[in-house]
């Protein structure tokens, strides 16, 4: 019988099988699906270009009816991939708000939520080859 999930899995071209690595991945891989786009300012504070979301990161939608509003992450869906901005909700037929759920990619980024020393380290993590390389080259002039 076959694996569900395989981590030596590449890439297919198959919308299917795309699906299939989607819904069957563990959480541990989940969470990378769920980054999102940093926005201009953050990319230069952090030479980086993505970054997966978390609960208090504040976002700007980018697609969609309620592109161009911004608000706080108030909830993360890994079973179904999907989040929840603080503030942004529908009314249906009967009267009833209901929260709106988007999609990681179609957000982008404002501001990240800092309180935590892993996430801290997370995002510096790729910064401190490129500092290195910096004072070497600078050293050595």
């Given at each position: 019988m076959k694996q569900k999930f395989t981590i030596?899995?590449?890439?297919?071209?198959?919308?299917?099988?795309?699906?299939?690595?989607?819904?069957?991945?563990p959480l541990h891989i989940r969470h990378k699906l769920m980054a999102s786009n940093l926005s201009?300012?953050?990319?230069?504070k952090y030479n980086r270009r993505a970054f997966p979301i978390r609960k208090g990161?504040?976002?700007?939608?980018?697609?969609g009816k309620l592109a161009g509003k911004e608000g706080k992450v108030n909830r993360?869906?890994?079973?179904?991939?999907?989040?929840?901005?603080?503030?942004?909700q529908i009314q249906k037929k009967d009267g009833t708000k209901v929260n709106v759920y988007f999609n990681p990619s179609k957000v982008q980024i404002?501001?990240?939520?800092?309180?935590?020393?892993?996430?801290?380290?997370?995002?510096?993590?790729?910064?401190?080859?490129?500092?290195?390389?910096?004072?070497?080259?600078?050293?050595?002039?």
């Open positions: 030596s899995w590449k890439s297919s071209r198959q919308k299917r099988k795309q699906k299939k690595y989607r819904i069957n991945a201009k300012e953050l990319r230069k990161d504040k976002v700007r939608i980018m697609r993360i869906d890994l079973k179904k991939l999907r989040i929840s901005v603080e503030g942004l404002q501001e990240l939520a800092l309180e935590d020393k892993e996430r801290i380290a997370a995002i510096n993590k790729g910064n401190k080859t490129e500092n290195k390389e910096k004072k070497d080259a600078s050293e050595k002039k």
